[in-house]
């Protein structure tokens, strides 16, 4: 792995084929105004993308980076084509859209420096992922989201991907189910749900942790007053006080720098609940696909028995249509030929369909399972990461408040 | 407040200008009892550097005062040793209660024996320092820890309860023991030595004392505090202010420790959920949730701490500060019966007004009791920052092991969460 962008935890395999050829940046974010869809005034972020070729860079010669601005929309739209257009692949999630898992001092407006540097962060990650897919990383339209920055939008469009999204996504909201679900899907599914559920959960608490060890360190530097007031009105205790304050002022402010640290674990944290996201997306698609085959062959079962009905002449399974013509006299000898043709040709499309549909199945599980695996250890990988770093962030907290203290004991002692 | 201060030693009286004649014995009692405010008062001056206390043998054992040394010296002066250890509880029909064993080791011949071993509990201390109180007006008494404990806050029968108590007991009668006037008094003695202590030998012994001090409290309108005392009235004013300050910024503290306690009970668990449906991240994610819990428990202790050792502290004080004003009432009160009554002899015009040796008595026990007051206030500073720095010490110490213990904690969890990276590694 390799530290890359402003990012050093993202651990991004070396050598696979976008990220062997260039160096890729979200360097900037800028604020803009202008004329939106409606024709209203509005304000909005954009960010600059750079990249550059890996071996200019390491010739030393280090030419100025291709550039370009984006706005988080756009990546949006990058991103749904990806998830239309490679569903058996886990694809990796954007930073959050609006501010959640908030504590209070953080801002909740999207406008807040501080949560347009988070994200310009989040950007970069997301650009890094994608470039280090064994899949995603050789798209074409991912490669001019980097680097054409006009006619981007129509290209995308022009790849009809929308059509297609359109009727997924309908699909994926309706409800059906499949009769004999892959046990290895349905796990990844559960598992989605209980991770995006536990980091929820962790995310929330964080939070309401985070707001009170606020105030636990900012109520120390009442103490600073106080000493101070009081060393006022005492002679030998006075200068021991004083300086004794002065840490405590010193320890209430150390918890601002604490707190921005321990954003940086919960941003951490985020990106795999986002990703929990996606890998549900991906098992719901898998049922789909199985959905579509057990519906083609469950068709053309149906489909071969009316065949044999109509060739044996006995009525195996109850049709209303076989109720009536039994009703209103036998068919014809001709009509009876007529309809068994019909069937024939109907039985041999589905047999294709189903064959397609197979073979769809297959392949999607086949794929799917690959990019699972893939993300399963990159996951491990990284919340393993996190939580290291998170550990040594603790450790650090702990030996600021340690030498604090023993400053101040020393103050205290000299009374 | 300069002129209040014991200041450095001063250094020796040396014959200097006069004659050895001419310098007075340091136990002889100066004549000027009857002048106000005597200037060569001033010029008296043990060898170990204290004033001399020329104040007549009517008060309280101003001749010991002028022997007793210095309480910094080392204990190879002391003559009495007091100690309080052993809590013990004992139950009864009626109620349940702790008594302390107080040990007594002396050669002083006021005592019949020279070791003593007796129990007593809170309520023989609160006796006793009412006592004090009451028969040593003119005297700054120290501090008990306080009577009253919360109710379902504390528990009265927990061991770091009856410790933190014992050694404010311990401390109080210690405090006594090194005042070389309160460690003479009778109810002192009785409390030291008494097998059964009766409390109605008290009354006994106070009409024994005779002369003893019973000052008038009433009516009459002092003039003008003198500025030293003045002085030490409103640093007591600014001082309870400050410790009153102290006090609300650590109970906020302790309430904001709590509900982060409170966050992280919550929060540990969700990582050992999250543990038990993975399978590489089961060993670490289970240990960060064990790392809460630890750092949990050490912040519940801080919290327990402050509650238990700081907080009381500091109201003990408050508490000590008001009889402390009280005390500096009184002496008003001396004064302005004082000044009051030689005004009526100075202006004297028809025969019901005061004798002259009333007078006398009067400036006697106002000069009495500004010298046991000025002497006691300066035991009362050494004592103040003496107490005061172990107090905030104490308070950056028990911080300190929280630190240590999160920071053990977390430490220990490192080689845990690299685990698995290292045998990868390996196999890779």
């Not at chain 1, 919340?383 to 340690?402: D, H, P």
């Not at chain 2, 009286?13 to 008062?41: R, V």
């Not at chain 2, 630190?403 to 220990?412: G, H, I, M």
């Amino acid at each position: 792995g390799q530290f890359l962008g402003g990012l050093g935890f993202v651990m991004v395999e070396k050598g696979t084929s976008l990220l062997k050829m260039m160096e890729i940046s979200v360097a900037e974010a800028e604020k803009r105004t202008g004329k939106n869809a409606v024709n209203m005034q509005e304000t909005y972020t954009v960010y600059l993308i750079e990249t550059r070729p890996v071996d200019a860079a390491s010739e030393g010669t280090n030419p100025v980076p291709d550039s370009l601005w984006r706005r988080y929309s756009e990546f949006e739209l990058l991103r749904n084509y990806l998830l239309v257009t490679y569903p058996f692949s886990v694809v990796p999630p954007l930073p959050e859209k609006r501010a959640e898992f908030v504590w209070h001092k953080l801002s909740a407006d999207n406008m807040d420096p501080d949560f347009v540097e988070r994200r310009r962060v989040g950007l970069e990650n997301f650009l890094l992922r994608v470039a280090s897919h064994p899949d995603l990383s050789s798209d074409k339209i991912f490669y001019s989201f980097l680097t054409e920055e006009n006619g981007w939008k129509e290209t995308v469009f022009e790849t009809g991907f929308q059509a297609k999204a359109d009727s997924r996504l309908k699909a994926l909201n309706a409800t059906f189910r499949v009769k004999n679900p892959d046990k290895r899907f349905a796990e990844m599914k559960h598992y989605g749900d209980e991770l995006q559920s536990v980091i929820s959960q962790l995310l929330r608490v964080r939070a309401r942790a985070a707001d009170r060890l606020y105030g636990v360190y900012k109520v120390h530097g009442n103490y600073g007053r106080v000493f101070s007031e009081w060393s006022a009105i005492e002679k030998e205790m006075g200068d021991g006080l004083q300086s004794a304050g002065h840490h405590m002022d010193a320890y209430a402010a150390s918890v601002d720098d604490i707190l921005e640290e321990e954003e940086h674990y919960a941003d951490q944290l985020k990106e795999y609940l986002f990703y929990a996201d996606a890998l549900r997306a991906v098992c719901r698609k898998h049922e789909l696909t199985q959905y579509e085959l057990e519906m083609a062959a469950q068709d053309l079962t149906s489909k071969k028995q009316q065949r044999e009905e109509l060739a044996t002449g006995t009525i195996r399974t109850f049709s209303l249509k076989g109720m009536t013509s039994k009703l209103f006299g036998q068919e014809t000898p001709e009509q009876r030929e007529a309809k068994l043709k019909m069937l024939e040709t109907q039985i041999e499309e589905g047999e294709e369909l189903v064959k397609e549909r197979n073979a769809e199945c297959e392949e999607f599980v086949k794929s799917a399972w690959v990019d699972i695996e893939r993300f399963k250890e990159q996951k491990d990988h990284d919340l393993r990461e996190a939580l290291i770093s998170y550990a040594i962030m603790q450790i650090s907290m702990c030996k600021k408040g340690i030498q604090v203290w023993n400053n101040a004991k020393e103050c205290f002692s000299k009374m | 407040m300069s002129a209040m201060s014991a200041g450095a030693p001063r250094s020796l009286a040396s014959s200097g200008q006069k004659s050895i004649q001419d310098i007075l014995h340091p136990l002889s009692a100066e004549e000027s009892a009857l002048n106000p405010g005597s200037a060569a008062e001033k010029d008296l001056i043990l060898p170990n550097g204290t004033p001399v206390d020329t104040s007549s043998p009517a008060s309280s054992s101003s001749l010991l005062n002028r022997l007793q040394l210095d309480d910094d010296l080392d204990g190879e002066t002391r003559d009495l040793f007091v100690t309080v250890d052993d809590p013990k509880k004992h139950v009864s029909t009626m109620e349940t209660y702790i008594t302390y064993r107080v040990c007594t080791k002396t050669t002083r011949t006021e005592f019949d024996l020279p070791e003593y071993s007796v129990r007593r509990r809170y309520q023989d201390f609160d006796w006793l320092r009412n006592k004090l109180e009451e028969s040593q007006p003119t005297h700054l008494i120290p501090p008990l820890p306080e009577k009253f404990v919360m109710k379902g806050v504390v528990d009265r029968f927990s061991e770091e309860f009856v410790e933190t108590r014992r050694k404010a007991l311990d401390k109080f009668l210690k405090r006594v023991a090194d005042h070389p006037v309160l460690s003479f008094n009778e109810h002192f003695n009785a409390f030291l030595s008494a097998k059964d202590l009766n409390k109605r030998q008290g009354l006994a012994l106070l009409t024994k004392m005779g002369e003893s001090v019973k000052y008038v409290t009433g009516g009459y309108k002092l003039r003008a505090r003198p500025v030293e005392f003045a002085a030490m009235g409103d640093y007591l004013d600014l001082f309870t202010q400050k410790l009153g300050t102290i006090d609300r910024i650590a109970q906020r503290i302790i309430k904001e420790q709590s509900e982060f306690l409170m966050e992280l009970r919550e929060y540990g668990p969700v990582y050992s959920s999250w543990s038990s449906f993975e399978e590489d991240l089961h060993d670490p994610l289970e240990g960060v949730s064990g790392c809460v819990s630890n750092c949990s428990s050490a912040l519940e202790e801080l919290t327990e701490d402050m509650s238990e050792d700081f907080l009381p502290v500091l109201r003990e004080y408050v508490l000590y500060i008001e009889s402390m004003k009280n005390v500096l009432k009184k002496r008003d009160q001396v004064q302005a019966e004082y000044e009051t009554k030689l005004e009526a002899v100075v202006f004297r015009e028809d025969k019901k007004t005061p004798v002259p040796t009333d007078v006398e008595k009067c400036q006697d026990r106002v000069e009495c009791f500004n010298a046991d007051l000025k002497a006691d206030w300066d035991r009362w500073e050494n004592n103040k920052r003496q107490d005061f720095r172990q107090l905030l010490t104490g308070m950056a110490d028990k911080n300190i092991q929280y630190y240590e213990k999160c920071l053990a904690a977390w430490e220990s969890l490192i080689p845990v969460l690299q685990d698995k990276q290292e045998a990868e590694g390996e196999t890779s």
